[in-house]
């Protein structure tokens, strides 16, 4: 099966990675603090929280940004459920605004719709890699005193306007499960330029416990410390982070062969009336974490389902998080944006990856090409 994504492993990498195995720190070492500081220094953010994976940098966000009973967060419903739960965790309330039917991401016109005096933050979710439209959702987020988190989990690389995701907002995080834009096997990070968002995240991680002397408020002596939040255990380990640090050197090459492998979709689906490729916006890059088409006048149950068979791993992001029994049971029964609806009935994921070699592109293309012309 070619899978819709999937890692990329050399062997510095693996070396990477067994010279931690051959160190003293497996966690809590010295490979932390280098991954954050090279994700910080490659997106332009002040400080970096190497965690867990990408849902407890979310869990970590809301809970810096204060989100609590009674708070509402405005996100989108096109985007994996962690976008959501992570509000959740934390006793707030999830609103979905609905999406752009070109972008698919966010449309700022619904965040201002949903916006009430309860309204605390706003989660965007750059669908794809794609950047969301983030003067207006910052200028939305001026007027009304609000936190702007981004869910950069598909968007590592991504620029906006000449500025990279990560370095725009209260808070941004990433996630490094094997199909994202770098991998660490499960890890996350969240960067941020705010100090005191810092410090919260680094406390949370690890059970609210610190043992800096200038935060207790006594020093019984050196074996001392204090728990000042109610945290958990979210650590990421050294083994994972060197791994995530000699990804880090590739990034760049992956996402330019990503972008490769998309001028070549497109092109090859440029003649095709009832494949909708994914609409590129002129003063962004995409990090082009997914492939997202629309096919239109045919079954797409019945295209997925024989790309399937013929051994092509294709998925669909997202089913709207709403739609879901747990949101359905509580309180979201009447919840509907149009749009993602309309969008989540006709879209399809097809294979991107570094690794997707130009014959299984082509086979791909032949393949969706040939059930949607039946
Ligand atoms: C993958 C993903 C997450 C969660 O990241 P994990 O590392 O799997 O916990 C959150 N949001 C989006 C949009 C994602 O794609």
Redesign the pocket.
Known sequence: MIPYGKQTIDQDDIQAVVDVLQSDSLTTGPKIAEFEQTVADYVGAKYAVAIS??????HAACFAAGIGPGDEVITTPL??A??ANCVLYCGGTPVFADVDPKTYNIDPEDIQRKITDRTKAIIA?H?AGQPCDMDAIHSIAREHGLIVIE?G??ALGSVYKGKKVGSMSDMT?F???P??PITTG???MIVTDNEDFYKKMILFRSHGITRDDSMMTRNDGPWFYQQFDLGYNYRITDIQCALGCSQMKKLDRFLARRKEIVAHYNEAFADCDNIITPYQLSDTESGW?LYIVQVKNCDRRQVFEKMREKGIGVNV??IPVYMHPYYQEHGYENVHCANAEEIYSHIISLPLYPGLTSEQQDYVIDTLKSLCEE
């Open positions: 994976n990408g849902t407890s940098a979310l985007t994996f962690a976008s979710v669908l869910d989990a598909h995080t996630s490094f499960h199909v994202k499960e890890g996350g974490h992001h997202y």
